[in-house]
């Protein structure tokens, strides 16, 4: 059974700082994985999707990259601003229409 | 990107009513999902509607208590029934738009039952 963990489980960094959060997953055997932003109270937003064969994907300040041999990927953020504040989820799917397992999330605080 | 609009946003209920929770999506999909997100904690699936048959129910949760419908590729339903204050959660909708886009959301809904 595929489990996703996200460490740490909360972060706060100073505005500028550059966000790392972490995602591992047991069983490398995914189709693909996606990132999420939620704010509070609210649904997910989709920032990125790297699919299985990649090995990163970029959109403006946010870098996710993918190791599937050791089970991680990794979300970069630079230059973090207040308005990044918000929990960050990852999911893996393990076959083309297959459910998301999700991990537990990342609670983040940009503080001015 | 597709969109879904879910209904309503937020809502507060009785004890021992119902409530449904529509979705709406902008394109034919495949595959969608409902999950519940209690306070503080990650998205657990409760069932994947299947379009034109019964949907598929994880562990803990049967469809006497959250009844679903998905009567075609663009629309679904989910009943919270016979409610109680553990039912308080963000219920969320969602489908598959393809290996190039992944998973999508809807808004939520936030569910208070008093």
């Known amino acids: 059974k595929q489990e996703v963990t996200q460490i740490p489980a909360a972060l706060s960094v100073p505005e500028g700082e550059n966000l790392v959060l972490n995602c591992s997953f047991t069983?490398?055997?995914?189709?693909?994985l996606q990132w999420f932003r939620q704010d509070p109270g609210k649904g997910l937003t989709s920032l990125l999707l790297i699919q299985s064969s990649q090995r990163e994907q970029t959109s403006g300040r946010l870098n996710a990259s993918l190791d599937k041999s050791s089970g991680r990927s990794t979300l970069y953020i630079a230059a973090s601003q207040p308005g990044d504040s918000a929990t960050y989820l990852c999911?893996?799917?393990?076959?083309?229409?297959?459910?998301?397992?999700f991990g537990g999330g990342t609670r983040v605080l940009v503080k001015p | 990107s597709a969109v879904i609009s879910q209904k309503p946003s937020r809502d507060i209920c009785q004890r021992g009513t119902s409530l449904t929770i529509q979705c709406q999506v902008d394109?034919?999909?495949?595959?969608m999902f409902w999950y519940r997100q209690q306070p503080g904690q990650s998205l657990t699936l409760i069932a994947t509607?299947?379009?034109?048959?019964?949907?598929?129910?994880e562990s803990g949760f049967v469809i006497d208590k959250f009844p679903i419908s998905r009567p075609n590729l663009t629309f679904s339903t989910l009943t919270v029934s016979n409610m109680s204050p553990e039912d308080s959660s963000i219920y969320l909708c969602?489908?598959?738009?393809?290996?190039?886009?992944?998973?999508?959301f809807g808004q939520g809904t936030r569910l208070t039952v008093v």
């Open positions: 999911a893996v799917i393990k076959a083309a229409g297959n459910k998301l397992t």
């Open positions: 509607a299947n379009q034109g048959s019964e949907a598929t129910y």
């Open positions: 969602s489908a598959l738009g393809g290996a190039l886009l992944g998973a999508f």
């Open positions: 069983d490398s055997a995914i189709y693909n």
């Open positions: 394109s034919q999909v495949t595959m």
